[in-house]
């Protein structure tokens, strides 16, 4: 598969839709690596969409209340995550290989009142999607084939 370390328009999360039924849908799970937090859903993939993954950030304004900081920290999640994205992808490829095609949306929490550099957020980032890419596959062997 060819990494394209791009991050497309395309690939983020913008409806109001999306997000209500990524927080309130009920099948989301969630994982943490301090100071990162991912809430993600897998859902079915509609005839008309082409990316299989869709991702957003959200830093607090109770942790930084200068709108720097905060694009600052949002800056270097989504950097992470195009570095990174390949990950996930590639188990999104191999789950839909024999199964029926699903989508992701991803979303990113920051969960500290402190900056970190940009390698501890692209390891955590990597530890994250790596984590989901594990539960994609061991979710693709424990189904039963008929």
């Known amino acids: 598969m060819n990494k394209t370390f791009s991050l497309s328009q395309d690939e983020r999360i913008k409806s109001k839709k999306q997000i209500d ?36 950030v959200s830093v607090p304004k109770r942790y930084f209340k200068r709108a720097v900081k905060r694009n600052h920290v949002k800056r270097q999640v989504r950097e992470a995550y195009r570095l990174n ?15 029926s095609r699903r989508k992701m949306s991803l979303c990113f929490i920051w969960t ?15 530890n994250l999607l790596t984590r989901i890419a594990e539960r994609i596959a061991s979710n693709h062997k424990n189904t039963p084939t008929e």
């Open 85 to 99: 994205k390949h990950i996930l992808l590639e188990a999104l490829a191999a789950d839909s290989a024999t199964d």
């Open 112 to 126: 500290s009142d402190q900056l970190v550099s940009t390698d501890v957020v692209a390891d955590k980032v990597r």
């Open 21 to 56: 039924r990524l927080f309130r849908g009920g099948g989301a799970k969630a994982m943490s690596a301090y100071p990162l937090r991912v809430v993600y859903l897998a859902e079915p993939m509609g005839e008309d969409e082409s990316t299989v993954a869709q991702m957003m």
